[in-house]
């Protein structure tokens, strides 16, 4: 079945300490992104790539890092978490670009106390 | 002002109406229309993609693009419980490979 897996699908932690979302996906897709949803807010892209070793900022990049080193695997890096990055995000994919069809993950609920 | 605009409702219909969400938007150089649909604890799917002006049918809906009012609309006919749904529309300029998402529009269609 052609899917987006994220994983942790929740999570609480604390202020300042490293955590990793991942996410992967078994279309071949050479785009991939991160965009966190909330209320009032939309969904707000945080990073995309467009292939391996392509990364580039979206709209709301600052606290986040990513990679791309294989083609189905595009982790969110949260090195220093604060309460203000408490927020449901979801990775998605898509063939050649953004425009096309994308397929999201079931999402990721954080909470950074 | 945010460049793409949603009532966020929630819009609550009786099973059998006619709905009609609505998205404004500002940036004239939005060319792709994209309407998306996110079930609860779900991340969203593609609904509806449109390029330019006009109308575009599919089944029980259709996607409608006015773009000298800048004004998005996605009608569903004969509403089911299975629509209810938030509803999130996505326009993208032909430049550049972002999509602009609207707040979305919470739909409940009653039994």
């Known amino acids: 079945e052609a899917q987006v897996t994220q994983n942790p699908r929740y999570l609480i932690t604390v202020t300042g300490k490293k955590l990793t979302v991942t996410c992967s996906q078994n279309m071949n897709h050479e785009y991939m992104s991160w965009y966190r949803q909330d209320p009032g807010l939309g969904l707000r892209q945080i990073y995309y790539?467009?292939?391996?070793?392509?990364?580039d900022k979206g709209d709301v990049p600052e606290g986040y890092k990513v990679s791309r080193k294989e083609k189905r695997n595009f982790p969110l890096i949260l090195e220093s978490p604060s309460p203000n990055q408490t927020s449901l995000y979801f990775c998605?994919?898509?063939?050649?670009?953004?425009?096309?069809?994308?397929?999201f993950g079931d999402g990721t609920r954080l909470s950074i106390l | 002002q945010k460049e793409v605009e949603q009532d966020p409702g929630p819009l609550s219909v009786p099973e059998g109406a006619i709905v009609s969400l609505n998205c404004t938007y500002s940036n004239s150089a939005f060319q792709y229309f994209m309407w998306y649909r996110q079930y609860s604890r779900k991340g969203p799917e593609l609904l509806m993609y449109?390029?330019?002006?006009g109308n575009k049918e599919d089944g029980r809906f259709t996607a409608q693009v006015d773009k000298s009012s800048k004004y998005i609309s996605l009608f569903i006919r004969d509403s089911q419980p299975s629509d209810s749904a938030t509803y999130l529309c996505a326009p993208r300029s032909n430049a550049g490979n972002m999509l602009t998402f609207g707040g979305g529009t919470r739909l409940m269609v009653k039994p």
């Open positions: 998605a994919s898509s063939f050649g670009g953004e425009a096309q069809p994308q397929h």
């Open positions: 790539s467009m292939n391996v070793e392509v990364t």
């Open positions: 449109t390029y330019s002006s």
